[in-house]
């Protein structure tokens, strides 16, 4: 994994990544929070997360593949040690919130399908993945 990220990087980007999110998702920009979960605080849907990864790499000059969060965050996890008939392992959960330590504890779910792993993104994930692409 790359070297931490500091709280110093994260506020230097985060007007620019806010403004961002709060143009693609049509709210306005102090409703968007470091913390805030874009799904559901924000109300964004998955064609939002297009929009914004866009416009991150338009602003930032970064190229962020499709998946790239979530098979970073799987690390040196196999995809079967990740996830497992839809639902992700517990050692998966484990690395995602060690991944995503911007992410409360409590909004990881009993059961988390890879399908519902969006839902934890908030816009510090999106500051720390333009930092990590930038690196």
């Not at 839809?86 to 779910?109: I, W, Y």
């Amino acid at each position: 994994m790359s070297a931490e990220i500091s709280k110093d990087q994260i506020e230097e980007i985060f007007p620019k990544v806010a403004d961002i999110v709060a143009d693609a998702l049509g709210c306005d920009e102090d409703e968007v929070k470091l913390d805030s979960s874009l799904i559901n605080d924000l109300d964004a849907e998955s064609i939002d997360f297009l929009d914004i990864v866009f416009r991150l790499e338009r602003e930032f000059d970064v190229k962020i593949p499709q998946g790239k969060i979530v098979e970073d965050a799987r690390g040196e996890l196999s995809e079967a040690e990740f996830e497992a008939d839809g639902v992700v392992t517990e050692a998966g959960v484990a690395n995602l919130k060690a991944f995503m330590s911007e992410v409360p504890a409590d909004r990881f779910p009993e059961t988390l399908r890879t399908a519902e792993i969006a839902k934890l993104f908030t816009t510090e994930t999106f500051c720390k993945t333009v930092i990590r692409n930038q690196a």
